[in-house]
């Protein structure tokens, strides 16, 4: 008689390839995608406003900033944000645990939140703090338990992360309609109110769904010993209070005004991927093998900062050209300007689905994930390309053009995001040294840090030269770097092995 099969317990944790439950993926992808959908609609819902906020006027109750420095704080606000993503894959692997990073992550992300929604300029930037500290804990850490429900060669991955990034993307679609909704008829502060309510809802269910999560082990897979972890938290503790104090010193000094901590994000920003990339090259816990896999991720990496310093201005650039230049209204009917942002999430939950359907048909048959990402920052380039055309020839501030347009160029961009963000992410967990698992997919948003990081320095020109210049370089950088990534897809196909 052959013996029975293994019971699974509470306990047990779900292993890769043993679970189809949702519609044909593993259902610990309906707790990720939920939590996601709330921490989206969260972060993008105070991020499409959060630029008209700091532009507005003192007396409307914003902060007064011009409309470049107001997307340059914006841009350097989500260089932090991404920044911080670095230790938070370190935290996941080496001390917290994935399960216990997220979780973390998310009340610090509702307590930022709940911070921006008390109406004074201290508390908002608090709530950025706490906002940036939390989603470097969370983001890099849900993507990487995303991929701990396959199995290497499943080819179901790709199909799964598409349908993530659709849940990712109800959230990015519903919080900017909620939030610039509040913002315009009750106040920015209302706005933030509602985002703090959907982190809350998006902890709930992600706590109430653990039981179907791989990787929901109290320890980190890969621990540091007891005293090296006690050393850890002592330096992290006394860095966190240093840097606080510093901060605060040279701040009161009238040294870190609001223009030098936006360089020195931009700086940091450039280095630290640098810095991982030699780290892990160099680390004796990443074999030979790995090492190779390695070297064809950099050019996804760069990649990924192309098209991502495009797909941010949809949040800056995009936000102030679609309050000041383009008509709120169509076919009657007047909307928020921050109502805009929700045309890109909405496209993403649209095509999501249609993506990883084609890719599920095509199984070994899809196009090589460098030329998804190829693709994807083409059409991210022609988002912006498509702007020269109602921008130009009318430098009257009067004039706006047809809603149409803006919504042409974030369809674009959606399907250009849905390419490059899905296989960008599934490549990572694929390529990605075992030691160095969650901190890889960190290096990811590092990636996202860098894009943002350039956004900081380059918005800084909008408003100062003619919109068609601006929209009409930015694009056509990006399509010369999706053509250079299509024309390396022979050797970076010889060396991505196992990503097909």
């Known amino acids: 008689m052959s013996p029975n099969p293994p019971q699974r317990t509470a306990d047990t944790e779900p292993q890769p390839g043993d679970d189809r439950a949702f519609f044909g993926q593993p259902r610990g992808l309906l707790t990720l995608s939920g939590l996601e959908v709330w921490e989206r609609f969260s972060f993008l819902g105070m991020q ?46 080496r001390i917290l645990g994935s399960y216990r990073a997220v979780l973390w992550g998310g009340i610090l992300i509702a307590c930022g939140h709940y911070s921006m929604a008390v109406p004074t300029a201290t508390m908002t930037w608090v709530g950025l703090g706490l906002i940036s500290a939390g989603t470097g804990l969370l983001k890099p ?67 109430a769904g653990r039981r179907h999560l791989a990787g929901r082990r109290a320890a980190a897979e890969y621990a540091l010993p007891p005293q090296a972890m ?48 030699v780290w892990m090259f160099r680390s004796p816990r990443v074999t030979t093998e790995e090492r190779g896999r390695l070297r064809p991720y950099i050019v996804l990496f760069l990649a990924s900062v192309a098209f991502n310093f ?65 693709f ?48 960008g992410m599934s490549a990572t967990t694929k390529l990605a040294p075992k030691a160095f698992a969650s901190q890889t997919m960190a290096l990811w948003f590092l990636s996202l840090a860098l894009a943002n990081g350039i956004q900081a320095q380059v918005v800084k020109v909008y408003g100062e030269v003619s919109n068609p210049v601006y929209f009409g370089l930015n694009g056509a950088v990006a399509v010369v770097v999706g053509i250079a990534v299509i024309a390396a897809a022979p050797w970076l196909r010889r060396t991505m092995h196992p990503v097909h």
Do not use: C
């Open 48 to 93: 499409a406003i959060l630029v008209l906020y700091f532009a507005d006027s003192v007396a409307d109750e914003g902060l007064g900033m011009d409309p470049g420095t107001a997307a340059s704080v914006s841009a350097a606000y989500g260089t932090l944000v991404y920044l911080v993503s670095v230790a938070g894959g370190w935290l996941a692997d």
């Open 141 to 207: 850490n849900v993507a990487s338990m995303v991929g701990k429900l396959y199995g290497t060669e499943d080819d179901r991955r790709d199909a799964g992360f598409a349908l993530y990034y659709m849940g990712i993307n109800i959230g990015a679609f519903l919080g900017p309609l909620i939030t610039g909704w509040l913002g315009e008829h009750q106040g920015w502060h209302w706005g933030f109110s509602a985002a703090a309510i959907g982190m809350t809802l998006g902890l709930i269910q992600y706590v």
């Open 310 to 374: 495009i797909l941010f201005q949809a949040y800056s650039t995009m936000m102030l050209l679609a309050s000041t230049n383009a008509r709120t209204e169509i076919l009657g009917f007047h909307f928020p300007a921050g109502w805009y942002a929700s045309a890109l999430g909405a496209f993403e939950v649209a095509l999501a689905p249609v993506v990883a359907a084609a890719w599920a048909r095509m199984g070994h048959k899809q196009p090589h994930a460098s030329n998804k990402i190829a």
């Open 376 to 423: 994807g920052v083409i059409l991210g380039g022609l988002s912006f390309l498509l702007m020269v055309l109602p921008t130009s020839g009318h430098e009257d501030d009067t004039y706006r053009m047809a809603a149409w347009w803006i919504v042409g160029s974030y369809l674009l961009l959606g399907l250009g995001d849905i390419l490059l963000e899905t296989s």
């Open 230 to 277: 006690r050393r850890a938290v002592l330096l992290i503790v006394v860095g966190l209070a240093g840097f606080a104090l510093l901060g605060g010193v040279l701040s009161a000094v009238g040294w870190l005004t609001m223009e030098r901590f936006v360089d020195l994000l931009t700086l940091i920003s450039v280095i630290a991927p640098v810095v991982y990339f």
